[in-house]
């Protein structure tokens, strides 16, 4: 509905390299969103909000728009796609009805499925847009089962569960992209099973330990674009009495 009101002329799922792109025919100059066919159903409502984001930005008819899975570095157009990003959460998942959900919630994992489950949105979009919305600093962080970029081209160096972004907002340190996780470490206890949820001191992924912070870490694999299953840890951080 979205896309048709935006002057979209279909929407079709189909092999792509990159998670989507918006299109739009030279001679006709209608305009297309094309979805990689392989991804998640969630996954592909964000992917199709965030191209549908590019039609409100000027010139965005002038070439191609694409939306890549996570870069391992900055690109000249960052801003831009982040901003598409912000949309790509705001439609599906509206600040007024949002906050007001987590008005009354725990702070959590269990939070977050259960408001991706309410809006049919991708956990990862949730994770960003719980964060955004909470009344005190908060951290979203993924980790994945990986090799760090220097090790790729080694195809005997072992992988681990290593950082594979963060979302923040509020007063953190930096947070060491790559880094693998320390055994013992809410996260990778996760990855073995447990449910987390306890204070803690964040230390070893960030440039310098905080403490007083609650964590909340679950193992929540996923389906990679090859069909095939893929390790992954999902966390929330809150620095306890920090407001914003």
Same mark, same amino acid.
């Given at each position: 509905?979205?896309? #048709? #009101? =935006?002057?979209?002329?279909?929407? /079709?799922?189909?092999?792509?390299?990159?998670?989507?792109?918006?299109?739009?025919?030279?001679?006709?100059?209608?305009?297309? +969103?094309?979805?990689?066919?392989?991804?998640?159903?969630?996954?592909?409502?964000?992917?199709?909000?965030?191209?549908?984001?590019?039609?409100?930005?000027?010139? #965005?008819?002038?070439?191609?728009?694409?939306?890549?899975?996570?870069?391992?570095?900055?690109?000249?157009?960052?801003?831009?796609?982040?901003?598409?990003?912000?949309?790509?959460?705001?439609?599906?998942?509206?600040?007024?009805? /949002?906050?007001?959900?987590?008005?009354?919630?725990?702070?959590?994992?269990?939070?977050?499925?259960?408001?991706?489950? +309410?809006?049919?949105?991708?956990?990862?979009?949730?994770?960003?847009? +719980?964060?955004?919305?909470?009344?005190?600093?908060?951290?979203?962080?993924?980790?994945?089962? =990986?090799?760090?970029?220097?090790?790729?081209?080694?195809?005997?160096?072992?992988?681990?569960? &290593?950082?594979? #972004?963060?979302?923040? &907002?509020?007063?953190?340190?930096?947070?060491?992209?790559?880094?693998? +996780?320390? =055994?013992?470490?809410?996260?990778?206890?996760?990855?073995?099973?447990?449910?987390?949820?306890?204070?803690?001191?964040?230390?070893?992924?960030?440039?310098?330990?905080?403490?007083?912070?609650?964590?909340?870490?679950?193992?929540?694999?996923?389906?990679?674009?090859?069909?095939?299953?893929?390790?992954?840890?999902?966390?929330?951080?809150?620095?306890?009495?920090?407001?914003?």
């Amino acid at each position: 509905m979205v896309a #048709y #009101y =935006q002057d979209v002329r279909s929407v /079709v799922r189909c092999p792509l390299p990159n998670a989507a792109c918006l299109i739009t025919d030279p001679k006709t100059g209608a305009t297309h +969103i094309r979805l990689r066919s392989s991804d998640g159903h969630r996954r592909q409502r964000f992917s199709g909000f965030h191209e549908i984001a590019h039609t409100f930005m000027p010139g #965005y008819q002038l070439q191609m728009q694409m939306r890549c899975d996570p870069p391992t570095q900055k690109h000249a157009n960052d801003s831009l796609e982040t901003l598409c990003d912000v949309c790509g959460s705001e439609l599906p998942l509206p600040r007024r009805l /949002v906050s007001a959900d987590l008005a009354d919630a725990d702070f959590g994992l269990s939070t977050l499925t259960a408001i991706a489950d +309410i809006y049919d949105a991708s956990l990862q979009a949730t994770g960003h847009r +719980i964060v955004d919305l909470w009344p005190e600093d908060a951290m979203f962080l993924v980790a994945g089962v =990986q090799n760090k970029p220097t090790e790729r081209a080694d195809g005997n160096a072992p992988a681990k569960l &290593r950082v594979s #972004y963060a979302w923040t &907002r509020g007063s953190w340190p930096s947070v060491r992209r790559f880094k693998s +996780i320390d =055994q013992g470490d809410p996260l990778d206890r996760a990855r073995h099973g447990e449910f987390v949820d306890e204070s803690t001191t964040l230390t070893g992924i960030t440039s310098r330990d905080v403490e007083k912070v609650h964590v909340s870490a679950r193992y929540c694999p996923y389906v990679a674009r090859d069909g095939k299953p893929r390790p992954r840890v999902l966390a929330l951080y809150r620095r306890v009495g920090m407001w914003c």
